[in-house]
């Protein structure tokens, strides 16, 4: 009667009592003894398996130590295995329990315990190097790779277990990652594969991870891991760093052209991926320059390399005009830089050979200006390239006794671009023209002869005109055709 009067005066509605503790954390709080005393008896081993592989770095490529061929006696012990097995599935049917069925929440909780198995299982049983070492790089790749591919708790999410998980994950695969690649350093055939599997998990993180987060460290671990690998495999073949430079920057112009191809880093919510990935490129040709600072050759030929490679970047479609700027001007100094560099170790000792490339690119740079800024002022798009042009070489036949030859070039030039500016109407042009051809063609006067007084008076002439009606008249059609000029 009285668990008859109990059960009537339950709620008869469907709803149930809510847990005072959740059960998650009330299973959690029951197994925390047993599992610290379990991690205890395994912790010898897992010391050294994570510790043992930092002994190659005092020999790289020099083969294993022997101490990671055999391991202590007193940590090969299978029983850890099974231990740190039971845990793991443990773990597992505890995530399938409490889950419910979402991926998210179950693997960070299986991943500390598997990664653990996976870690001490070589040494558990006697093996030495290299399993050692590729058990280590596995549990890098599975636990980075398991949270890059689930999606973390939201922040407005009461998941403090969870994300202690997650955080727990990543220490161990950090501290795997860095055990595996030091016992990777013993053998140049084992550091190739660590590096070449190393850009292939960045990579895999960086397409397909589930968060914004996790694509932009995929990027930079990938690229990072590419630079590296395209360094070692240089060295592996026998080329001086200054060549493996050139790989270097090759993975600098893929990340460029990943950036201008890929379809998801043209969207507007990829805006910051799509900067990581363009500033790793840029960060790899420093490092190729920096592989490269003692020999110029190289770096000359790197400089031209790399204003190539931000020219088709500059192309990229949804760029703003600033930036297209940047880059148009970044390839100018990168072109000019390799020509002087190139002319410098021939011993070129012609001044133009320096300014007129410059004025060349700073030229062409303008000119693609004006197509995309009709407004821009003549003195912006074309003035720095006539000033480079112009000036050295007209410094240096006032100041010296300079050939014949650079005069009468020099004379010809400024005419060519006075009568250019003249018949496109671009004020740049005829006012540097013509202040250049009048200077040369006055010191033209008193250097190579009185035969050529005529030359100046009939240009006064003929600009001026006979009578002052003349010459009012030419002035005033000049000053007006010089304000209506760009």
Same mark, same amino acid.
């Given at each position: ?15 149930? #009592? &809510? ?22 008896? *395994? ?10 592989p930092y002994r190659t770095l005092t020999r790289i490529w020099q083969g294993p130590p022997p101490e990671l061929l055999d391991p202590p006696a007193d940590v090969v012990d299978p029983t850890h295995v099974l231990t740190a097995l039971l845990l793991t599935v443990t773990a597992a049917l505890a995530a399938t329990g409490f889950s419910g069925g979402r991926r998210? #929440? ?59 998980? &997650? ?47 996790? &694509? ?12 590296l690998f395209a360094l070692t495999a240089g060295l592996v073949a026998g080329l001086a760093a200054v060549w493996s430079a050139f790989g270097v920057l090759a993975v600098g112009a893929a990340l460029q052209v990943f950036v201008a191809t890929l379809p998801r880093l043209r969207q507007p919510e990829a805006q910051r991926e799509a900067a990581t990935v363009e ?7 420093? *490092? ?182 003349? &010459? ?15």
């Open positions: 009667m009285l668990l008859d009067g109990a059960m009537r005066r339950l709620p008869d509605d469907g709803t149930q #009592r &809510r847990w005072r503790v959740s059960p998650a954390a009330g299973a959690l709080a029951a197994a925390a003894l047993p599992t610290a005393l379990a991690v205890a008896s *395994i912790g010898p081993t897992l010391v050294v398996a994570l510790a043992d998210s #929440r179950a693997v960070p909780v299986v991943l500390p315990g598997a990664a653990v198995t996976l870690l001490i299982t070589p040494v558990a049983l006697g093996q030495g190097w290299p399993a050692s070492a590729l058990a280590g790089l596995s549990v890098f790749t599975i636990s980075m790779l398991g949270l890059a591919l689930t999606l973390p708790p939201r922040l407005t999410e009461r998941a403090r277990s969870l994300r202690l998980a &997650r955080v727990l994950v990543f220490a161990i695969g950090l501290a795997a990652g860095g055990s595996g690649l030091a016992g990777a350093l013993a053998t140049r055939g084992l550091t190739l594969f660590t590096l070449g599997g190393a850009v292939g998990v960045g990579t895999v993180a960086a397409l397909f991870g589930t968060t914004q987060r996790a &694509r932009i460290l995929g990027w930079l671990f990938a690229s990072l891991m590419a630079q500033w790793s490129g840029y960060a790899a040709a420093l *490092i190729a320059l920096a592989l490269a600072f003692d020999s110029p050759r190289h770096i000359a030929a790197l400089l031209a390399a790399w204003g190539a490679v931000l020219g088709v970047a500059a192309t990229r479609p949804g760029r703003r005009p600033v930036e297209r700027r940047i880059l148009f001007w970044a390839v100018v100094v990168c072109e000019i830089s390799a020509w002087w560099i190139m002319m410098r170790v021939a011993d070129v000792a012609l001044p133009e050979a320096y300014t007129l490339p410059f004025a060349a690119l700073a030229l062409l740079v303008g000119v693609l200006e004006l197509r995309h800024r009709a407004e821009l002022s003549s003195w912006v798009a074309y003035g720095p390239a006539l000033v480079t042009a112009f000036v050295p070489t007209l410094a240096i036949v006032l100041a010296t006794d300079s050939s014949t030859l650079r005069q009468v070039l020099l004379l010809l030039g400024a005419v060519a671009v006075l009568t250019f500016g003249s018949t496109s109407r671009q004020q740049a042009p005829v006012i540097v023209g013509a202040t250049v051809t009048v200077i040369a063609a006055v010191h033209a006067l008193f250097n190579l002869g009185p035969w050529l007084v005529m030359i100046p008076v009939g240009l006064v002439l003929l600009v001026l005109g006979a009578s002052n009606e003349r &010459r009012r008249r030419t002035q005033e059609r000049l000053q007006t055709a010089l304000r209506g000029m760009r």
